[in-house]
T-cell receptor, first 112, second 112 residues
Framework: DSGVTQTPKHLITATGQRVTLRCSPR?????VYWYQQSLDQGLQFLIQ???????AKGNILERFSAQQFPDLHSELNLSSLELGDSALYFC???????????FGSGTRLTVV | GQQVMQIPQYQHVQEGEDFTTYCNSS?????IQWYKQRPGGHPVFLIQ?????EVKKQKRLTFQFGEAKKNSSLHITATQTTDVGTYFC????????????FGRGTSLIVHP
């Protein structure tokens, strides 16, 4: 157990639907990072939140949105899902610059 | 934008042989991190290198950061079946964004 909790572990949904992925960072970590991992694109940074505020945006589609709540858990919302959105979605947190990122076990999203 | 290239994409070795993966950035990095992802698992932080020319060792693993802080390598001596997985480098740019760009990873397959 890395200390970063992600739910659900697996999600199967149809095209056009909307899903919410949830992440709780490691205790004491204020930042949450969302990454998408697919076979052809590798690990792609989506978005970062720090203490409730959006800090950085990467290759996140307009159909995707995220937020971080006062208790520091974060949710990634994916809407109007397409087959190409099928991927592993990881959440990560970090204590600071020199400590690396701790990843959760991921949510495997399959869009059918 | 910053690009981090990693080679090779795959490497098959016989147990006991050495293994090296290389990482090259299009821009100067403030630091580089290495992660290991076991099949079906999540990326796990191994180490961070910060200084130009830095070399760090973890048992059979040797990590190097280039003098120009644009390239890095991970060398495993006498591979074991437990080394199987994908090794990622992740470079943080020197512009202060603190968001690492991941390479595509090198998948290591160890044959007993």
């Amino acid at each position: 157990d890395s200390g970063v909790t992600q739910t659900p572990k697996h999600l199967i949904t149809a095209t056009g639907q909307r899903v919410t992925l949830r992440c709780s960072p490691r205790s004491g970590d204020l930042s949450v990072y969302w990454y998408q991992q697919s076979l052809d694109q590798g690990l792609q940074f989506l978005i970062q939140y720090y203490n409730g505020e959006e800090r950085a945006k990467g290759n996140i589609l307009e159909r995707f949105s995220a937020q971080q709540f006062p208790d520091l858990h974060s949710e990634l919302n994916l809407s109007s899902l397409e087959l190409g959105d099928s991927a592993l979605y990881f959440c990560a947190s970090t204590t600071g610059m020199n400590y690396g990122y701790t990843f959760g076990s991921g949510t495997r999203l399959t869009v059918v | 934008g910053q690009q981090v290239m990693q080679i090779p994409q795959y490497q098959h070795v016989q147990e006991g042989e050495d293994f090296t993966t290389y990482c090259n950035s299009s821009t100067t990095l403030s630091n580089i991190q290495w992660y290991k992802q076991r099949p079906g698992g999540h990326p796990v932080f191994l180490i961070q290198l910060v200084k130009s020319g830095e070399v760090k060792k973890q048992k059979r693993l040797t990590f190097q950061f280039g003098e120009a802080k644009k390239n890095s390598s991970l060398h495993i001596t006498a591979t074991q079946t437990t080394d199987v997985g994908t090794y990622f480098c992740a470079g943080e740019g020197s512009g202060g964004s603190y968001i690492p760009t991941f390479g595509r990873g090198t998948s290591l397959i160890v044959h007993p």
